[in-house]
C-alpha cells in the first residue's frame, strides 16, 4: 500500500535527522517502523498510538526539522484516517507550542495542520477543543512575530475554519445546504441586463437552495453543533464591534478581519438565520445594532472605523442583510435603506457616496430584491416609499451633471467608464489619487452609478413585467386576443405600482443623461433601457408613461426642420431663400445616437405592434422623417471617431447604416402579418391620419405643396401598401380603409399626389389578386364541378368585385384625363398578370372597356384596347361562360370605332382568335368528313331546333374531356356566328384596310374550322355570310367612284399643299374595293378548296357553283385585272385541289372549260398588258387542270382545250405598227403557251389526239401558209364529226332560286346557261352519268381568221421557241401516231431549216437542223431496238417518210451547207458553229442513216448517195481560175461528204457486221465513188497541162492528195467488187489470188494512174506509186527478192 510506504519512508528519514542529537526519536522511529510492517491498514494505526505518539515525540523536541518531519507525517495520518478522535486533546496542544515558534515554515505546517482537522473526523466537538483550534489561528493572525504570509494564511485558515464550522450547523441542524451569491456584488457584468438576468438566476437558485425542502420553521433548539456556531457568530459580533471576548480566547481582532467574517457567514448561510431562532437573534439585536452604528455618519467616526474598507464592509454587510433578510428584518431594513438614500444627498467624502450607490446600484439591478423592497415598503401604506426614494436619489445624482463647470468632463468621463465596462475593463476607485483627475473620475463614477442603477429598476421593471407575461398575469403584445381592460394579477399590479410611482422620475433623468452623452457605450445603454421600460408600459397598457417614453424615444431619433421653420427662417430674398433652403437640406446629419435612437423605436415598435394603438403617430411621424432622410442626397451619418460628417451609401462589405435603417424601416411593416387585426387598422388609421395632416388644404402649408408633404403622404401610401401586402391573407376588413384614402389622393389636384395614389392602385390591386386565395379559386374552378366552381366564387365574389371596383370609380367618376388613363393603365396590369383568376368581376370590366371604345383620346383607346387584347388572347379560357359574347361584342366596337385604324385592324385579328377558342368547342362534325378523308372532330350538339338535334346527336360521343372549361354551358354555334356577323359587317366598312382584314378573317376562320361545322352550320354559313359578303363586297366595287384621289396633307411648299402620294394601284375608291374583292375570291377558293367534297352534297349547292362562276365570268371579261386573275385563280384552284382525288365530277370541270371558252370567245373589255395577264393565267390555268386531271378528259373536252389554247394565243397578223416589237421578243401569250404545251400531251385513251396536237402546233412554224387549206378542211370534218357525235339535250340543271342568296345570281346564271356550252345532267346538283358527254367546241371555223392567226405566228422568233418544243412532243409521241404526223414534221423542220438562206445568222434554222437530227436519231435507234420494222407502221408511211428525209437532206445539204457567204455576215465563232452543225447532219445521214438504217428503198438510198456526191463535187468541178477563191469551210465540207463516200464503201472484216442494207449501200456508193475520183484525177491531169509552169491551187492539189491517200486505205468487200466493171480475166486473176487486200477498185482506176506519173507535184507523184505498188500487190505482181 502506498502509505504504508510513504510513512515508512517518513519515519526512516525521522530516525536518520534524530540518530546523533535525539537518540530516543530514532529508536521510537525504529520501533514504529517495526510496528508498522505488522500493520496493514489506516484504521489499525489508529487503534494503535505508538505511530503517532513518535510523531508527538519529534515535535516536542522542537526541531524545526524533526517539527516540520513530525507535522508533515501527522497531516498524513490525520488525511489518511489513521488517528483516533480521542487523539485530539494531545494533538492541538503540541500545535499551539508550534504556533509559537518563530520559524515561519513551522508556522505555516501549524495552519495547514489546523485546516486538515477542521476537515477531518478530528473536528473538534467540544467547546474547549473549538477555541483551542481557532485561537491558534488567531493569535499567528494578531502576533506581530507573524510574517505577512503566515497572517495571510491564518485569516485563509480561519474564514476556511468558519465556513466548515457553519457547514457542520447546517448538516446538524438538517439546514438546506445552499449557500447565498457572496460574490453577487463583486461581479459584474458587461452589461446592465446581464446583471439583472445574473440577479434573477441567482435569487432563483437562493430560495430554491434554501427552501427545497419545503417550507421552514423557527426553532429555538440548537444542537452541539448549533451551540458551538453560534458562540463563534457571539464572539464575531463582539470583535467587530471593538469589545473583547473569552470564548475565542484572544485578546484583541482587527474589527475589519472580524466584520468580514461576519459578511461571509451573513451572504452564505441564509437558512442558519432564518431558521434558528437564536441566530435570528443574534442577527437583530447585535449584528443590526453593529452595523446601524457603523452606518452613523453624523458623528466624526474614529480609528478603523472610519477608514474606506471598513465602510465598504459594512455598507456590504447591509447590503446583504436587506437583500437576504429583509422580510423578517423590516424596520432595521427600513431603517438601513433610509440611511443609504439619505447619505447620497450628504455632503460626505466621494468615495463614502460611491460606496453607498454601488449598493443602492446592487438593489435596483437584483430584480428579486428591488421587487420584495417594493412589495415590503412602497406597496405597504406603513412603510416608507424606500424605492420611489431610491430611484430618487439616483436621479439627483445624474442631475449633477447640469453643473457648468465640471458637467463636460464628467459626462466624458461617464462615456468612458461605460465604454470601459463595454469592453470587459471594470474602473475602480484609487484611494490614493488626489489630483483633479481622479476627482472628475469619482464624480464620474458616481453619476455611472446612479446611471447603472436607474437602468437598472428599469431592467428590472422589464424582467418582472416579462414574468407576469409568462405566468398569464398580462397578455404578451403578440397575442392575437384582445388585450383585457385591467391587470388584476398580483405581478402586474406591482409591475404597474413600480411604473406608475417611477416612470416620470426615470424619464427625466434617462432624458437628461441621453441628451449630454455621446458616447457609444452609454448611448446603448440608455437607450436599452428606453427600450426596455417602453415595452413594459406597453404591455402594462400604460398609455401615459408609453407615450411620454415614446415621444422622449423620437426626439432623439432624427431632426428634421419642417417646411414652416425652414420659410420662417429664410431671408425675404428669393435667392437667398433658395441658398438657405438648400443649406437646410445640407445640413441633415445623422449622429450615431440618432442611429440607435432608430434602432431602439424600430425594437419597440416590433415588440409592441399589438398595444400601440394611437400612439402610432408618434412612431410613423418619425418613421416618415426618416425615409425622407434615407432618400435624400443631402443626409449623411457622423462617424463615432470623427466629427466629420460621412456619407455611407456606398457599398461595402457589411451593409451601410442607411440601408439598415432603410431595411428595418420596411421590416416593421412587413411585420404587420403577426400584428392583431384590431392592431392593424390602428396603423392604417395612423398612417392616414399622418397622410391627411400633410394633405395639401389640411396642413398650414404656404400655397404649393413642398417636398416634405410630399414624402410624408408618399411614406404613408408606401407603407399603407406594405400593410396590405402583408395581410392578403385576411385583407377583407383593410380594403376599404386602404382604398378610401387612395381615392381621396386621386381627386387631389395635385399631379403628383395623383400619380402616387395611381401607383398604389396598382400595387394593391395587383397584390390582393395575386395572393394564395385567388389562385387557388381560379384552380378549382378549372378541375371542379360547375357547384362548387360556383361556391368558390360566391365567397370570393364579392372581395374581387371591390378590388376591381375603384377602377370603375376612377375612370366613371373621376375628371383628370390623368386618372382615367392610369385606372386603364391598372386595368391593363391586372389583366396581364391576374386575368386568369377573375370571375366575379368580368361583367364591371367589360363594361368599362366598351365605355373606353367610344371615347375620342387616341390614348384611352389605346390603352383600353391593350386590355381587351389580353382578354381575348390568354383569359378566354377563364371567363364565365356568360360573358363571352360581351366580350365578342367589345371586340367588335373597337373595331368599328374611327378614332384609330390600328386598334380596328387588331380588332379584327382578335375575332379570329375568338374563333379558335370557339372552334375547341365545336365537337361534332359532318359525317361526309369520313368519306372525304376529313378528321371528325367530336363536339356536344349545338341549341337548334329539334329535329337538327337529332340529326347532330349522331355524331357526337362522350369523348368531350378535354375541351375548355364550362363547355356545356357554352352555345358555341351562337357565337360563331356572332363573330361572323361583326366580320360580315365590318366587310363593309369604308376603311380598306379594316373591311380587307374582316374579310381575311372571315374566310381563314371558316377555312381553319370548317372541319367542325355541321351540315346546317354550313348552309347558314354559304347563304348567309359567304355568298352575300360576295355580292355586297361585288355592288360596293361597282358603284364605287373611280376618282383620284389626293393624298394626306402633309403641309405646304412655296403656298401649295403638298400631299402624301398614293400609289396608282390604290388611288381610286374603286381600285380599293377590287382589291377587296379579290380578297373574297382569294376565300371563296381557299373554301372550296377545302371543303369542295363536303359542301357539293349540299342541298342546291349548284345554283351556287353557277352564281359563281357568272361572277367569275363577269369579273374576267369587265373587271379590273386584279379581279380578272383572282377570279380565274378562284376556278384554278378548286380544280387543281380535287382533280386529281378524283372529288371534282366531270360537270364542274367542264363548266370551267366553258367559263374560259366564252371568254376568250368575246375578248375581255381591256386590251394591253392587262389582257395578255388575264390569257396567260388561262393558259396556265389549262396546263395544270390537264395535269391533274388527265384521266377525265375525252376528245371532245380536248379538242375544246386546244381550241381555248388557240383563242388564247391568236392575234391578227402584225401590221406596221407592232411588226417591230414582234421582231424583238416573243409575247408573253405566246411564251406561256410554249410553256404549257410539254404539258399537254395526249395520254394513252387520248392517243389519236397526238396527230391533231402536232398538226396544230406545225400551224405556227415559218412557212406553213401554204398547207393551211389542206389543215382547214381537215379540221371541218373533225368539226363535223363530232357534231354528229354529239349525244343528249342540253338542258340547263334546275336552280333551287330560294336557296341563293342573291336573286340577281339566279338569271345571270340563266343567262349563262344559254350563252355556254352546258353539260347534260340527269341529277339536281349536276353531277353527270357514267358515259362521258362531247362538248360542241368549234375548232378552226373560220377559215379566214386563221390565216390571220396563223400568219400572226409565222415569225423566225416564235418559230426558234416552238422548234425544241415541238421536237419534244413528237418524240413522246407513241410510234403510230409518230409515223402518221412523222412527214409533216420533217416537213416543217424543212421549211424552217430553208431559212438559212435568207437568214444565214439566224436560230431558227439551226434549231430545226438539231431537231431534224434528233428526230432521225431516235428514229434509227428505236428502228435497231425493236430489229427492224414496227408492225403497226405501215411500210408506205415509211416510204412516205424517207422521201420526205431525202428531200430535206438534199435541199439542205446541196443548197445551203458548204456555201460560200459574205464576209461580215457571221463572225468566225459563228461560221465555226455552223461548220460543226453541218458537220453533225453530215455524220447523222452517213454514219446513222446510210449505215444502221433498215428499210429505205434504195431509189431512196441513191438520191442520199447522189447527194454527198454532190455536195463532194464542188471543188473538183470549178475552173481552175475560181476555185482558189473557195472558202476554206466549203472545201472542207466537200471533202467530209467525198470522205463520207470512202467511209460507206470501205469494209474492215474485223469491225464491221455485213448485211443486206449495207451491201446495197456499198454497191451504189462504189460506183459513184469510182466515178467521182476517176473525174477528180483526169481533172487535176488536165488542169495541170493547160496551166503549164503554172502550180494549180492549193485547194485542188489538197484534192488530189487526200483522194490517192483514201483510195490507198479503202478496202472494199467481195460483193462491192462484183459489180466493178473490170474484164473477166482480171476477175478470174483476183478470184485466184488468194492474198489479194480487196482493193479491186484500183485496177478500175489504173489507166487514170498511170497517166498521172507524169505530174510535176511531187506528193502526188509519190501517191500515185504508192498506188501502183497496191496495184500490183493485187495483181500478185509485187516484185521477188
Given at each position: ?61 522542537k526541531s524545526v526539522k524533526l517539527s516540520v518531519i513530525g507535522l508533515s507525517c501527522l497531516q498524513k495520518l490525520i488525511s489518511h484516517e489513521a488517528v483516533a478522535p480521542s487523539a485530539l486533546k494531545e494533538i492541538l496542544p503540541t500545535l499551539k507550542a508550534h504556533a509559537e515558534m518563530v520559524d515561519e515554515t513551522v508556522q505555516l505546517k501549524t495552519l495547514q495542520t489546523i485546516l486538515i482537522i477542521f476537515q477531518s473526523r478530528l473536528h473538534p466537538e467540544s467547546e474547549d477543543n473549538m477555541a483551542q483550534a481557532l485561537g491558534i489561528c488567531l493569535r499567528l493572525l494578531e502576533s506581530n512575530r507573524s510574517s505577512d504570509s503566515v497572517r495571510n494564511t491564518a485569516a485563509a485558515t480561519f474564514r476556511q475554519a468558519v465556513a466548515l464550522i457553519f457547514d457542520r450547523v447546517i448538516l446538524a441542524e438538517s439546514l438546506p445546504a445552499g449557500k447565498g451569491g457572496s460574490g453577487s456584488q463583486n461581479f459584474r457584468t458587461y452589461s446592465l441586463t446581464g446583471d439583472v438576468s445574473r440577479s434573477i438566476n441567482q435569487s432563483e437558485s437562493l430560495e430554491s437552495d434554501c427552501f427545497s425542502g419545503g417550507p421552514l420553521f423557527m426553532r429555538e433548539n440548537l444542537t452541539k453543533a448549533g451551540k458551538l456556531g453560534l458562540r463563534l457568530l457571539e464572539d464575531l459580533t463582539a470583535l467587530a464591534a471593538g469589545g473583547s471576548v473569552t470564548w475565542l480566547r484572544v485578546l484583541s481582532l482587527q474589527q475589519t478581519f472580524a466584520l468580514d467574517i461576519l459578511e461571509f457567514i451573513l451572504s452564505n448561510y441564509v437558512a442558519i438565520f432564518r431558521t434558528l431562532v437564536s441566530y435570528e437573534q443574534v442577527l437583530r439585536h447585535q449584528i443590526c445594532s453593529l452595523l446601524m452604528t457603523s452606518l452613523r455618519t453624523n458623528a466624526e467616526i474614529e480609528g478603523e472605523a472610519g477608514e474606506p474598507t471598513f465602510r465598504r464592509l459594512v455598507l456590504r454587510s447591509v447590503a446583504h442583510v436587506i437583500r437576504l433578510y429583509s422580510s423578517s428584518l423590516v424596520t432595521e431594513c427600513e431603517v438601513f435603506l433610509s440611511m443609504l438614500i439619505r447619505v447620497t444627498s450628504l455632503d460626505l467624502p466621494l468615495w463614502h457616496r460611491i460606496l453607498v450607490l454601488e449598493v443602492l446600484r446592487g438593489f435596483c439591478v437584483e430584480a428579486r430584491t428591488l421587487r420584495l423592497l417594493f412589495q415590503n415598503f412602497d406597496m405597504n401604506p406603513k412603510n416608507t416609499n424606500i424605492v420611489e426614494g431610491m430611484v430618487k436619489a439616483l436621479a439627483r445624482v445624474v442631475s449633477s451633471i447640469q453643473v457648468p463647470d465640471t458637467s463636460e468632463e464628467s459626462l466624458a468621463a461617464v462615456a468612458g467608464m461605460f465604454s470601459s465596462k463595454a469592453k470587459g475593463i471594470e474602473w475602480s476607485l484609487d484611494n490614493d489619487a488626489s489630483n483633479a483627475a481622479v476627482v472628475v473620475a469619482s464624480e464620474a463614477h458616481a453619476i455611472t452609478l446612479a446611471v447603472e442603477g436607474l437602468l437598472g429598476v428599469v431592467f428590472t421593471v422589464a424582467a418582472l413585467t416579462d414574468e407576469a407575461v409568462d405566468v398569464g398575469e398580462v397578455e404578451s403584445p403578440r397575442s392575437e386576443s384582445d388585450p383585457p381592460e385591467s391587470c388584476t394579477g398580483q405581478m402586474a399590479v406591482l409591475c404597474m405600482s413600480m411604473v406608475d410611482s417611477m416612470w416620470l422620475t426615470i424619464l427625466d433623468a434617462l432624458s437628461l443623461i441621453l441628451t449630454r452623452s455621446h458616447g457609444e457605450a452609454i448611448i446603448l445603454e440608455i437607450l436599452k433601457g428606453y427600450q426596455a421600460f417602453t415595452q413594459a408600459c406597453g404591455v402594462l397598457r400604460a398609455v401615459e408613461p408609453l407615450n411620454s417614453f415614446l415621444a422622449s424615444l423620437c426626439k432623439f431619433t432624427i431632426n428634421v426642420p419642417n417646411e414652416a421653420e425652414k420659410r420662417s427662417s429664410a431671408l425675404p430674398s428669393p435667392g437667398s431663400k433658395r441658398s438657405e433652403l438648400v443649406d437646410q437640406r445640407d445640413s441633415i446629419v445623422l449622429t450615431p445616437k440618432n442611429v440607435q435612437a432608430l434602432r431602439t423605436l424600430f425594437n419597440v415598435a416590433h415588440r409592441l405592434h399589438n398595444v400601440l394603438g394611437p400612439s402610432w403617430v408618434l412612431v410613423l411621424e418619425t418613421l416618415s422623417a426618416l425615409d425622407r432622410a434615407i432618400h435624400s442626397p443631402h443626409a449623411t451619418i457622423e462617424e463615432v471617431s470623427s466629427t466629420v460628417p460621412k456619407l455611407t451609401r456606398e457599398p461595402s462589405g457589411q451593409y451601410s447604416d442607411f440601408n439598415i435603417l432603410s431595411s428595418l424601416n420596411s421590416q416593421l411593416f412587413e411585420s404587420s402579418a403577426l400584428m392583431h387585426i384590431s392592431a392593424v387598422k390602428s396603423l392604417l388609421s395612423a398612417l392616414c391620419q399622418l397622410s391627411n395632416q400633410y394633405m395639401p388644404g389640411n396642413s398650414s402649408g404656404f400655397g404649393q405643396t413642398s417636398s416634405q408633404q410630399v414624402g410624408t403622404i408618399s411614406f404613408s401610401v408606401e407603407r399603407m401598401i406594405s400593410i396590405l401586402v402583408n395581410n392578403l391573407h385576411r385583407v377583407e376588413p383593410l380594403w376599404d380603409q386602404v382604398v378610401g384614402h387612395l381615392l381621396e389622393l386621386a381627386e387631389n389636384n395635385n399631379q403628383q399626389l395623383r400619380n402616387m395614389a395611381l401607383d398604389a392602385f396598382d400595387q394593391s390591386i395587383c397584390a390582393v389578386l395575386g395572393s394564395d386565395k385567388f389562385q387557388s379559386s381560379a384552380l378549382s374552378r378549372c378541375h371542379h364541378a360547375d357547384d362548387q366552381v360556383e361556391s368558390t366564387d360566391t365567397q370570393l365574389g364579392s372581395l374581387e368585385c371591390a ?10 367618376s373621376n375628371q383628370n384625363l390623368d386618372v382615367r388613363i392610369g385606372s386603364l393603365k391598372i386595368l391593363l396590369h391586372v389583366l396581364e398578370r391576374y386575368g386568369e383568376k377573375l370571375y366575379s368581376s368580368w361583367p364591371s370590366i367589360l363594361d368599362m372597356l366598351r365605355s373606353v371604345a367610344n371615347a375620342v383620346e387616341k ?810 505498188r497496191l496495184v500490183s500487190a493485187e495483181l500478185g505482181l509485187q516484185k521477188v527478192i
Open positions: 500500500m502506498a502509505f504504508m510506504a510513504v510513512l515508512e519512508a517518513d519515519l526512516r528519514a525521522l530516525s536518520a535527522e534524530a540518530r546523533r542529537r535525539y537518540p530516543t526519536v530514532k529508536d521510537g522511529a525504529e520501533h514504529a517502523i517495526l510496528k508498522l510492517r505488522s500493520l496493514s491498514n489506516p484504521s489499525e494505526i489508529a487503534h494503535n498510538e505508538d505511530i503517532l505518539r513518535i510523531f508527538l515525540m519529534a515535535c516536542e523536541v378590388v376591381i371596383s375603384p377602377l370603375s370609380v376612377l375612370y366613371f390614348e384611352i383607346i389605346s390603352l383600353g384596347f391593350q386590355g381587351l387584347r389580353v382578354i381575348m388572347n390568354d383569359e378566354l379560357s377563364t371567363i364565365p361562360a356568360h360573358c363571352i359574347d360581351v366580350c365578342i361584342e367589345v371586340t367588335g366596337a373597337y373595331s368599328s370605332q374611327k378614332t384609330e385604324l390600328n386598334i380596328s385592324l387588331t380588332a379584327v385579328g382578335l375575332l379570329w382568335t375568338t374563333t379558335d377558342f370557339i372552334a375547341k368547342g365545336l365537337i361534332h362534325g359532318h359525317a361526309e368528313e369520313r368519306e372525304i378523308g376529313i378528321p371528325t372532330t367530336q363536339s356536344i350538339p349545338k341549341q337548334r331546333r329539334p329535329e337538327e338535334r337529332e340529326e347532330q346527336s349522331i355524331y357526337s360521343n362522350n369523348e368531350a374531356d378535354d375541351q375548355v372549361p364550362l363547355v356545356d354551358v357554352i352555345d358555341h354555334n351562337k357565337l360563331l356566328f356572332s363573330v361572323f356577323s361583326l366580320l360580315q359587317q365590318l366587310g363593309a366598312d369604308e376603311r380598306p384596310e379594316v373591311r380587307n382584314s374582316a374579310i381575311r378573317t372571315l374566310f381563314q376562320t371558316l377555312g381553319s374550322h370548317g372541319q367542325k361545322l355541321s351540315r346546317s352550320m354550313w348552309e347558314d354559313c354559304l347563304w348567309n355570310y359567304v355568298f352575300p359578303t360576295l355580292d355586297c363586297v361585288s355592288q360596293m366595287a361597282a358603284s364605287s367612284s373611280t376618282d383620284e384621289w389626293q393624298g394626306k396633307e402633309l403641309g405646304t411648299r412655296r403656298g401649295k399643299a403638298v400631299h402624301m402620294l398614293i400609289h396608282h394601284s390604290r388611288n381610286t375608291a374603286q381600285k380599293q374595293w377590287d382589291e377587296t374583292l379579290v380578297l373574297v375570291l382569294g376565300g371563296i377558293a381557299r373554301l372550296l378548296r377545302s371543303f369542295f367534297p363536303f359542301l357539293r352534297s349540299l342541298s342546291n349547292f349548284w345554283s351556287g357553283w353557277e352564281s359563281l362562276l357568272v361572277f367569275v365570268r363577269n369579273s374576267i371579261l369587265n373587271g379590273s385585272k386584279e379581279v380578272a386573275l383572282a377570279a380565274i385563280n378562284c376556278l384554278q384552284t378548286i380544280v387543281l385541289s380535287h382533280s386529281p382525288k378524283g372529288n371534282l365530277p366531270m360537270p364542274y370541270l367542264k363548266s370551267v372549260l366553258d367559263v374560259y371558252e366564252l371568254v376568250l370567245q368575246r375578248r375581255p373589255n381591256y386590251s394591253g398588258n392587262a389582257a395578255s395577264k388575264v390569257k396567260q393565267e388561262i393558259l396556265h390555268g389549262l396546263g395544270e387542270i390537264y395535269m391533274q386531271a388527265q384521266k377525265m378528259f375525252d376528245e371532245g373536252m380536248y379538242l375544246q382545250l386546244l381550241e381555248i389554247i388557240h383563242l388564247a394565243v391568236g392575234q391578227p397578223k402584225c401590221n406596221s405598227d407592232n411588226m417591230e416589237a414582234e421582231t424583238l421578243h416573243v409575247p408573253l401569250v405566246q411564251r406561256t403557251m410554249l410553256e404549257i404545251l410539254p404539258q399537254l400531251c395526249p395520254t394513252e385513251h387520248l392517243s389519236s389526239m397526238w396527230t391533231l396536237l402536232l398538226r396544230e402546233l406545225l400551224l405556227y412554224l415559218p412557212g406553213s401558209e401554204a398547207s393551211l387549206e389542206e389543215k382547214e378542211a381537215e379540221t371541218e370534218q373533225a368539226s363535223c364529226s363530232r357534231n354528229h357525235n354529239q349525244e343528249g339535250v342540253k338542258v340547263a340543271p334546275q336552280l333551287d332560286v330560294g336557296s341563293v342568296a342573291n336573286k340577281q345570281n339566279v338569271a345571270v346564271a340563266k343567262t349563262m346557261l344559254t350563252e355556254t356550252h352546258k353539260i347534260t345532267s340527269d341529277f339536281p346538283n349536276g353531277v353527270s352519268s357514267t358515259s362521258q358527254k362531247k362538248t360542241e367546241t368549234p375548232f378552226l371555223s373560220s377559215g379566214s381568221l386563221t390565216k390571220d392567226v396563223v400568219a400572226g405566228f409565222s415569225s423566225n422568233l416564235f418559230g426558234e421557241k416552238l422548234v425544241p418544243v415541238l421536237v419534244d412532243i413528237f418524240l413522246l409521241a407513241p410510234s403510230v401516231e409518230k409515223y402518221n404526223i412523222f412527214p409533216e414534221i420533217v416537213q416543217g423542220l424543212g421549211r424552217c431549216m430553208a431559212t438559212r438562206r435568207d437568214t444565214p445568222d439566224g436560230a431558227l434554222w439551226r434549231l430545226a437542223v438539231e431537231g431534224f437530227n434528233r428526230i432521225l436519231v431516235d428514229d434509227v435507234n428505236t428502228t435497231n431496238i425493236n430489229h427492224g420494222r414496227d408492225s403497226n407502221v405501215s411500210r408506205t408511211a415509211r416510204i412516205r417518210l424517207w422521201k420526205e428525209v431525202a428531200d430535206i437532206y438534199e435541199i439542205f445539204l446541196v443548197g445551203s451547207c458548204g456555201r460560200a457567204l459574205p464576209s461580215n455576215v457571221l463572225s468566225p465563232s459563228a461560221l465555226k458553229a455552223d461548220e460543226s452543225l453541218e458537220m453533225t447532219i453530215l455524220n447523222v445521214l452517213g454514219d446513222k442513216i446510210l449505215i444502221t438504217e433498215t428499210g429505205i428503198p434504195l431509189d431512196i438510198l441513191e438520191r442520199l448517195v447522189s447527194t454527198l456526191d454532190r455536195c463532194a463535187s464542188r471543188t473538183c468541178c470549178l475552173p481552175v481560175e475560181t476555185v482558189g477563191l473557195l472558202p476554206s469551210h466549203s472545201s472542207r465540207f466537200s471533202l467530209a461528204c467525198l470522205q463520207k463516200l470512202f467511209s460507206l464503201c470501205n469494209y474492215a472484216c474485223e469491225v464491221d457486221q455485213w448485211n443486206s442494207t449495207r451491201s446495197e449501200v456499198c454497191k451504189i456508193a462504189i460506183m459513184v465513188l469510182v466515178s467521182r475520183c476517176e473525174y477528180i484525177l483526169r481533172r487535176f491531169l488536165i488542169d495541170e497541162n493547160d496551166l503549164g509552169e503554172r502550180s494549180l491551187p492549193a485547194v485542188r492539189i489538197e484534192e488530189i492528195i487526200f483522194v490517192l491517200q483514201e483510195l490507198a486505205r479503202l478496202v472494199i468487200h467481195p460483193d462491192t467488187a462484183s459489180i466493178l466493171s473490170l474484164p473477166t480475166y482480171l476477175k478470174d486473176v483476183l478470184a485466184m489470188n488468194e492474198n489479194h487486200d480487196g482493193r479491186a477498185h484500183l485496177l478500175v482506176l489504173f489507166p487514170s494512174f498511170c497517166e498521172l506519173v507524169i505530174l510535176r507535184e511531187p506528193r502526188v507523184r509519190e501517191l500515185v506509186q504508192v498506188v501502183l
